[in-house]
């Protein structure tokens, strides 16, 4: 039996129709069970819990083979506690194997705000006495253009510098979460999950442009004037949480990409440009 936490959400429900359409007993984790109403494969067993509530956690986790702990989100210090009390709850239910998916950006140094929370949930990991496999995701194709393209007119202006990111997409996320929860050989204890070509802001700006037949361009911009802007319009933690993840991706650790993706699913990740082409509505028809 496999559990997905997380799995009203995207990814949580994409790595939970993926295991289910390839034959798996699943349950999936739901706060409310209205939530997954139309929204998960009817195979699916609902098991109700909250990160909040490590008692909970137990109950739902009781049975359960193989844990995909779909990371959590929302101030960081919650988020670190929704990751230890999972984590422990994994432990006291003798959960065989856990899957997490965890961020590239964990460095000590890293001037991320989340990138303590899940060096934390790592360390958990490495010391529960349950055996782990982590997936350290890059940056999701669908959070630059929700969260940085969709949203602006002319000018993607960031404090970016010139870092690169190698942006991959949350299906592809999900693809390999799935290739790794449904594995019988859970030696592997890491990868590493990219597109397969880092990209500077001019072009992600120019791809964006040639995708909808709108201009814009990038201009990096100082933190300072960043977090005024954002904390204009955003509400906390979410100015911080995105002037320090473009810190970070000014000082590199968002470059590198991996072939971790393609080892897992047998295929490569979808190119930013294509998740252009596949997501943008309205979009010019020569694409």
Partial sequence: MILVTGAAG?????????????????????????????????????????????????????????????????????VMCHHANAIAAAAAASVRHITFTSIVDIGESSPFYYAPAYSDAERRLANCG???????????????????????????????????????????????????????????????ITGDRALGFDAIAAFYAEATARPLRYRPCALSDYLASASARLDTPWPQAFATLCASIAEGPYTSTSSDFTTLTGKPPESFRDFLVRTVPGRPANG
């Fill in 10 to 78: 995207h990814v949580g429900r994409a790595v939970v129709s993926r295991l289910v359409s390839s034959g798996h007993e699943v349950a999936a984790l739901v706060r409310k069970p209205e939530a997954a109403q139309g929204r998960l494969p009817r195979e699916t067993a609902l098991r109700v819990g909250d990160y909040e509530d490590a008692s909970a956690l137990k109950t739902a986790f009781t049975g359960i083979d193989e844990l995909v702990l779909i990371s959590s989100d929302g101030a960081a210090e919650a």
């Fill in 130 to 192: 349950v055996p782990s496999t982590i997936l350290r995701c890059g940056l999701y194709s669908d959070f630059i253009l929700d969260t940085w393209l969709a949203p602006v007119s002319g000018e993607l202006v960031l404090p970016a510098g010139q870092g690169l990111v190698a942006p991959v997409s949350r299906d592809d996320v999900a693809a390999a979460v799935a290739a790794v929860a449904a594995k019988t050989d859970t030696s592997r204890t890491l990868y590493t």
